[in-house]
């Protein structure tokens, strides 16, 4: 039996009223594929029967897993484990693949593997749908990869602040996320950021395609991202971004600049993310739990990269002056206007 192309892993809790649209734009790939849909503990709706329904209509296609609810993260650890294709891609059952860029992109993939030469990192654009306004915007990597071809850390020029790398994105060949020995934490949001950050020095070559592939819908008031579900889960944020400063060395490498650069933007971006929701919560607790995270980078990382933060994002949030909280929350929202990124 011939591996798989590539497998889709798509979380779903309680997702009836929208996951059959992201199942039936996944499905286009056909044979190529393998769909793993993971029913993370549903009980509000018919979840699980969706998941059973299109594992019966598509046995050589779909995949359904029924799991004790893990959150988000453990439906992308299941994944992962049951995956049997040579690429992986997470898929949140509320978003949905452009079909024609699907193609192109697998069409692609197939190519560069009959050539033995396929990248343990396809990247490609990802578009944010804005449910409150029905607007989009579309992040693009034109000015930091080269365009259809493999490249190394080596050619990766400057991000911009929303040009991140994200869950959206990548494409990551499966065997590098086994590799790097990432598993997820449970019941806990935002583990996407450590999905797109600890298995990056296991990168070795990757593919940019000026593609819009990903569609994401962001504005809807239940979501992880809505601002004030964020402040409320505030102390999620900090169990992952200290994951991230515990998951790698970043002085380990220094051999690779561009890689460790970019690393520490990231991280650093993810020190000024949960420096803002603490700041927004405005207690003395949410205070004091600020300065519990800095002191956290301090004693978990090297001089060197505790320094290098700081003069980073995370610095711009950890200014103490007067009425420095509120300038730093005046910043915010001037970007959040401006990127549209909650």
Not at 64 to 90: D, P, S, W
Not at 249 to 259: C, G, P, T
Request: neutral net charge.
């Amino acid at each position: 039996m011939q591996q798989k192309l590539i497998t889709f892993a798509v979380p779903c809790y309680n997702s009836a009223a929208y996951m059959r649209h992201c199942i039936e734009t996944l499905l286009s790939a056909g044979e190529r594929a393998e769909i793993i849909l993971v029913d993370d503990g549903s009980v509000k709706d018919e979840t699980p029967a969706i998941c059973d329904e299109y594992a019966e209509k598509y046995p050589t296609i779909v995949k359904a897993i029924h799991q004790e609810n893990g959150g988000h993260g453990e439906g992308v650890n299941q994944g992962i484990r049951n995956a049997t294709g040579l690429y992986y891609k997470v898929v949140d059952s509320d978003d949905w693949l452009d079909t024609d860029c699907l193609k192109k992109v697998l069409d692609r993939l197939q190519s560069l593997v009959s050539r033995c030469t396929a990248p343990d990192l396809m990247i490609c654009n990802y578009v944010y749908e804005h449910v409150e306004d029905g607007t989009s915007h579309t992040v693009r990597y034109t000015n930091v990869f080269p365009e259809n071809r493999l490249f190394s850390w080596m050619h990766v020029g400057h991000f911009r602040p929303d040009q991140n790398l994200l869950m959206h994105s990548v494409i990551y060949r499966t065997a590098v996320l086994r590799q790097c020995g990432m598993v997820l934490p449970k019941h806990t949001f935002y583990v996407d950021n450590i999905f797109v950050y600890q298995p990056l020095p296991y990168v070795k070559s990757m593919y940019y395609m000026n593609l819009d592939l990903y569609r994401y819908f962001i504005g809807r008031a239940d979501q992880s991202v809505n601002e004030s579900v964020m402040v409320k889960r505030v102390d999620q944020q900090l169990r992952v971004t200290k994951h991230m400063i515990d998951c790698q060395d970043l002085d380990a490498l220094k051999n690779e600049k561009r890689l460790r650069a970019y690393m520490l933007h990231y991280l650093s971006m993810m020190m000024a993310v949960s420096d803002i929701f603490l700041l927004l919560d405005g207690s003395a607790e949410a205070k004091a739990k600020k300065t519990e995270l800095w002191q956290y980078l301090k004693d978990h990382t090297s001089a060197s990269v505790y320094r290098s933060i700081r003069l980073g994002f995370g610095g711009i949030t950890n200014m103490n002056f007067p009425k420095s909280d509120n300038v730093i929350l005046g910043c915010y929202r001037f970007a959040q206007k401006v990127f549209k990124f909650n």
